[in-house]
């Protein structure tokens, strides 16, 4: 099955805070207004106006009707039990004494091209407006959604309760649970069960406890709450080196064929439609020091590099 597309601007606009840019101008003034304002925003940017906001495993889902054999939450617990098997992997987060959880597997397979609920977003709209024009190119077709390019952002502060913040979520799921077992203790002279507080992987299990959520905002761990068992101190864990270069930042969103702009709204979501023919304009002005390597660094370039430098001083 084909993954569904807008047609035309036309239909695109209502889904939207809708801006469609075609000059230099309009573009300085939108990005300078985000500039000023954009401490609680978010940004994903995208090469095709035409593509809808549906994660990785909705496109798979979708277009190669895994819906036959199982459904997405099975195929999501899927990958992850298959990575959580992989002995390269398990040795060396022991040795790094990081704990093994759902949520950190998740985030790698997002980051290393597997399906999953996850959507990229960054806090950096320069980063997002990099990948909307990497590898762009100029469509000669009669559809004028095809010479538009996207960048997509929203205001953490303004989408509501209709949107969870995880690192607040689970550390409040934490705190309760470790008041309740407190006063229980007290009650009850029996021991009490207080496995699920001490065993960070239990508490953030996808099968029994992501799977569940229909919407929720991943944080950037530089900038989120840390997240701690009370008794044990396990400290959860979902960092890697791509997600610290491009500030970035995850939206789960748990639907099988709706684009996240349809679950939102169209008053939460603002779209910049802009000309592919300010791709080059985008570069030079906005893209100055962001790179492929610098948002996906390679550490045997880091060494290689390291080493090229030692020479050039001797």
């Known amino acids: 099955m084909k993954l569904p597309e807008y047609r035309s601007i036309e239909e695109k606009r209502p889904k939207f805070c809708y801006v469609k840019i075609d000059t230099k101008d309009v ?3 939108h990005l300078n207004h985000l500039l000023a304002d954009n401490s609680h925003c978010i940004f994903r940017g995208v090469r095709e106006a035409r593509y809808k906001l549906f994660t990785s495993v909705q496109r798979e889902w979708i277009t190669n009707g895994l819906g036959r054999h199982m459904t997405i939450n099975q195929l999501v ?15 060396y987060f022991a040795l790094m004494n990081i704990v ?11 980051h290393y091209s597997a399906p999953t609920p996850l959507l990229d977003f960054t806090h950096n709209h320069r980063v997002a407006l990099y990948f909307a024009t990497a590898g762009l190119t100029t469509a ?10 996207s960048l997509y952002y929203f205001n953490l ?35 009490i069960d207080k496995s699920l507080l001490d065993d ?16 929720a905002f991943i944080d950037n761990p530089k900038f989120a709450r840390v997240v701690t068992t009370p008794y044990t101190g396990q400290t959860l864990y979902w960092s890697n080196l791509n997600i610290t270069a491009q500030e970035g930042c995850f939206l789960l969103y748990n639907r099988e ?32 020091g962001i790179t ?4 996906f660094p390679n550490i045997t370039q880091m060494a290689q590099q390291a080493y090229a430098n030692f020479k050039e001083k001797l």
Not at 77 to 91: F, K, P, T, V
Not at 162 to 189: S, T, V
Not at 260 to 283: F, Q
Request: glycine share 4%; charged share 30%.
């Open 77 to 91: 617990n899927s990958l992850i039990r298959d990575m959580r098997q992989n002995r390269a992997l398990n040795d």
């Open 140 to 149: 000669y077709t009669e559809n004028d959604i095809d010479d538009y390019f």
């Open 257 to 288: 064929d709706i684009p996240l702009e349809e679950y939102l709204g169209n008053s939460m979501v603002w779209c910049l439609d802009i000309h592919k023919s300010l791709a080059d304009y985008v570069r030079t002005n906005y893209l100055s």
């Open 200 to 215: 960070l992987d239990q508490f953030t299990k996808w099968k029994d406890n992501l799977a569940e959520v229909p919407l």
């Open 27 to 29: 573009l300085d003034n």
């Open 157 to 191: 502060d303004k989408v509501g309760t209709g949107l969870i913040r995880m690192d607040d979520f689970l550390n409040r799921g934490l705190e309760q649970g470790k008041e309740f077992y407190e006063k229980l203790a007290k009650e009850h002279p029996t021991p």
């Open 292 to 295: 492929q390597e610098t948002l």
């Open 100 to 110: 093994q959880t759902d949520f950190l597997y998740l985030s790698l397979l997002q």
